[in-house]
């Protein structure tokens, strides 16, 4: 997208232009963490922990087995954007012959397809106990916000496609410049698109389990 840099970039001294159009094919080092990004990752790991703990001590296991997987696909995609070089190694090394780009995508559809059958399984849940939407007009607010949150889904990966998506920049992928005005007006439309998702979900369902789920995957994004 034009102009924009992720907060990991900002926040580690790192620039995703540099990686996409100065380095060529060649595999990003390692990100150097700045103060500023441990002190919010601090935060963001404590939340994490408090609202694993919470769905533990609740009983909300359904949940708490969501949020493990969630923590595990958004660990990986933390590995392979900060620490490249040392995930290309373990891949080559467990799995030779195999380009390690091509096993960073296998791993993050696998888990990523794990994940969506349990938020599935949590949101079918909340609905067989009854616990739905309170009005009509937050039943469609919620829809109206999954429906965006996924348009927006779908416009990042067509127009950036697979390499673009899954951090292809990182193992020396050129991905060039999209300029539309839905980059140009929204910052990280994918990640905006999740949090619109998860939103939405918890309007059509308030529970205790779906916020727990919700609050993992807004906190992996916002970060």
Known sequence: AKNRVCILDKLSGNNMQDDAHSKGNTVSP?????????????VVVLVLLWNVYSAWANGRYLALL?????????GLYALVWLRTPDFIAVAEKQ??????????????LLLRGVQLALHFLVFVSAWN????ASSSLLFVLGVACIAAGQWLNYYVFAKLGKAGVFYGVRFGHQIP???????????HPQ????????????MLAPTWA?????VMGCSSYVF
């Open 66 to 74: 969501t949020c493990v997987v969630v923590m595990c696909l958004h």
């Open 177 to 187: 410049w999209v300029y539309s005005k839905v980059f140009d007006t929204v910052q």
């Open 95 to 108: 799995k030779p012959g195999v380009a390690p780009y091509e096993t960073f995508v296998s791993l993050a």
């Open 30 to 42: 390692p990100v150097v963490w700045s103060n500023e990004f441990k002190g919010i990752g601090a």
């Open 129 to 132: 106990a009854g616990a739905l």
């Open 210 to 214: 779906l916020f727990h789920v919700g």
């Open 191 to 202: 990640y905006v698109g999740c949090l619109l998702s998860y939103a939405g979900v918890w």
